[in-house]
């Protein structure tokens, strides 16, 4: 049996979706809102369903406040609603003071809720491993939520060049990289960052947004696991 056949996945399908879905949660997380481009993510009814296969309850309950969100802007954010999702944002994620929600991993794994920690310098070695850096080095730690889940969607592209390559051996790899960063980094801390989202965002879109990242992390290490474990047995 090819392997690129087991639990009859298909894996093309599937990659394109991650490579997708992350694409998006990344930038949406990662950047101050930009206007123009959530209307057009409206427009596209992007939000109506997931590309990931597993079923999860964390991704139905995210694209839920997402589609509630989008239905409350047709025909375009208004200025006050777009105000208001830029005051959510800074007041989660940036400050003024301290972000309510911080969205890098270090902070959840140091009593001081410092950045640029241990986890920052291991999840650079991850990207440098594939031959990328962070456009804000030094300056972003590398270890954003959004960046890990760019970095993600850099992954599932390589892997989607390997299946298209016919590179088995190459496939496996970037799904193992795959699995091993998705544990070792985003599933050990996004449930605390979505809480923490979820509990304090005035708006449905990054409550939505948290959790569908959070569902989207799940559903991916989850499709990763049955596969490898699979591939091991035979």
């Known amino acids: 049996m090819n392997s690129f056949d087991i639990n009859n996945i298909d894996w093309k399908t599937t990659l394109l979706g991650e490579t997708n879905l992350m694409g998006v949660l990344s930038r949406a997380i990662q950047t101050d809102p930009d206007r123009e481009w959530l209307n057009s993510l409206v427009d596209q009814d992007i ?13 139905d309950e995210g694209l839920s406040l997402l589609q509630s969100w989008s239905n409350s802007i047709k025909g375009g954010i208004s200025d006050e609603q777009f105000v208001n999702l830029q005051t959510d944002y800074s007041r989660l994620f940036i400050g003024p003071a301290k972000p309510i929600a911080p969205p890098w991993e270090s902070v959840y794994f140091n009593e001081d809720r410092m950045i640029f920690q241990e986890q920052t310098v291991q999840v650079r070695g991850w990207y440098r491993r594939f031959g990328i850096e962070s456009e804000k ?4 730690p590398d270890d954003h939520i959004g960046l890990e889940l760019s970095f993600l969607a850099y992954l599932a592209g390589l892997g989607l060049q390997a299946l298209e390559a016919g590179d088995e051996t190459r496939f496996t790899e970037i799904l193992q ?7 070792q980094h985003p599933i050990k801390w996004a449930k605390n960052w979505d809480a923490l989202v979820e509990k304090n965002a005035h708006s449905d879109f990054y409550r939505g947004l948290s959790r569908l990242i959070y ?13 490898l474990s699979k591939e091991v047995s035979l």
């Open 47 to 59: 939000f109506s369903e997931s590309p990931l296969e597993n079923n999860c309850p964390e991704i």
């Open 177 to 183: 990289a795959k699995s091993q960063f998705i544990s």
């Open 215 to 227: 569902g989207a992390l799940l559903a991916t290490e989850k499709t990763l696991k049955n596969y």
């Open 137 to 140: 080095l030094h300056k972003e």
